[in-house]
């Protein structure tokens, strides 16, 4: 026998056509396709044995070819929020986690892993402090997501074409690791999560975050122009960012403010600048002078979340009374909306810069 095929990790097209191929050479209808597309992707089932709208003899066949689960749960995290955290283990014995924060009206919001580290080593990020892992596969990732959805159980019913249909939910790539990086696997992830044949996700419930990586956020724009990006700023001076995030060394405020801007008219879409609240660092009066005049330079609005603590990261918490009056007094200094994104699953290490599957921090 030769190796296992990992059907998640086919785009549309290839999709299709291997299953159009297996089917053709066992000699089952072309319409089968259809059925084992619509169990995995929407009825979200990784377990062809579960998959009992099909033949026994198919259901044989097919798990003797494809491998679909890729990922394996070993530990799950439930914050008193109401915030779930999974570790999971891949093929190679790497781990990465996910987590899955509930929203109003019962749906959900899953926070996606693409590596399992980040050589960005930004210094107030759990994941930067493991250095670079390695990119997750394009199944990989969609497997996090899929297996989020299916948790939930949160189904509104058949669409008129009789598909399936969870209760949408909303897929933001802010876990571990720097999107942007693995971009090609990214891309291939988000044509099938996003696909109205496959896992039929909105875009406009699709959220890319990047550190800021130009030319690749013009590509992003350009491939999926109704998806959201999201530009993790945290200090709006050359040389604050560059002490909070060495990628500023190698890329100047003023080539990410004209990457936005072309974003911006790709997509006819604000910006949306997320802004790290750290005390004493970057929430001075001057920081906000010069995160008024910078983010006025690209339509945009802020995005404005307290740090989280977490294992070598050497700066506190804000204070909630801190965090609104930062707010406050950047809402009076800029014509732009400024929101306060609120943290979920910090008590379990699940919120914004604490994920680290579980590893200790590398000594820098």
């Known amino acids: 026998m030769g190796e296992m095929i990992k059907l998640l990790d086919l785009g549309p097209e290839a999709l299709k056509a291997e299953l159009s191929q297996s089917l053709a050479q ?12 619509r169990q995995v992707y929407q009825r979200c089932k990784l377990d062809f044995q579960d998959m009992t709208d099909l033949p026994a003899a198919l259901r044989s066949n097919l798990a003797g070819t494809y491998l679909l689960q890729l990922l394996t749960p070993l530990e799950r995290a439930v914050s008193a929020d109401g915030t779930v955290k999974t570790l999971w283990e891949l093929g190679d014995s790497a781990r990465v986690e996910s987590v899955a924060i509930p929203m109003e ?4 919001t899953f926070c996606l892993s693409t590596q399992t580290g980040c050589g960005l080593g930004c210094s107030f990020c759990a994941t930067g402090k ?51 990086l693995n971009y090609d696997n990214l891309k291939t992830a988000l044509e099938v999560l ?36 999201a530009v993790s700023l945290h200090a709006a001076t050359e040389s604050l ?10 890329v100047s405020l003023s080539d990410l403010v004209e990457a936005c801007r072309e974003a911006n008219l790709i997509t006819g879409k604000r910006i949306t600048f997320e802004y790290l609240v750290i005390p004493g660092v970057n929430d001075r009066q001057e920081d906000i002078q010069a995160l008024a005049r910078l983010c006025g ?15 070598g990261v050497p700066f506190r918490p804000p204070r909630a009374a801190e965090l609104a009056r930062f707010r406050d007094r950047l809402s009076s200094a800029c014509s732009m909306a400024v929101t306060l994104r609120r943290s979920h699953g910090a008590d379990i290490a699940g919120a914004c810069g604490q994920l680290a599957a579980g590893q200790a921090p590398r000594r820098r």
């Open 26 to 37: 066992w000699e089952e209808k072309p319409f089968r396709a259809r059925q084992v597309i």
């Open 105 to 108: 009206a019962g749906r959900r």
């Open 130 to 180: 493991l250095g670079a892992g390695r990119n997750l596969s394009a199944g990989e990732i969609i497997c996090q997501a899929l297996a989020g959805i299916a948790e939930t159980s949160l189904s509104s019913g058949p669409r008129v074409d009789g598909s399936e249909r969870t209760s949408s939910p909303n897929l933001v790539f802010m876990g571990m690791g720097e999107p942007l």
């Open 194 to 229: 996003n696909h109205p044949e496959l896992a039929q996700v909105g875009s406009r419930r699709i959220t890319v975050s990047t550190v800021g990586l130009p030319e690749q956020i013009v590509r992003f724009c350009r491939d999926f122009p109704q998806m959201k990006l």
């Open 241 to 250: 960012r560059r002490t909070l995030m060495p990628v500023a060394g190698k």
């Open 297 to 311: 330079l690209v339509p945009s609005k802020i995005n404005l979340i307290g740090l989280n603590p977490a294992e």
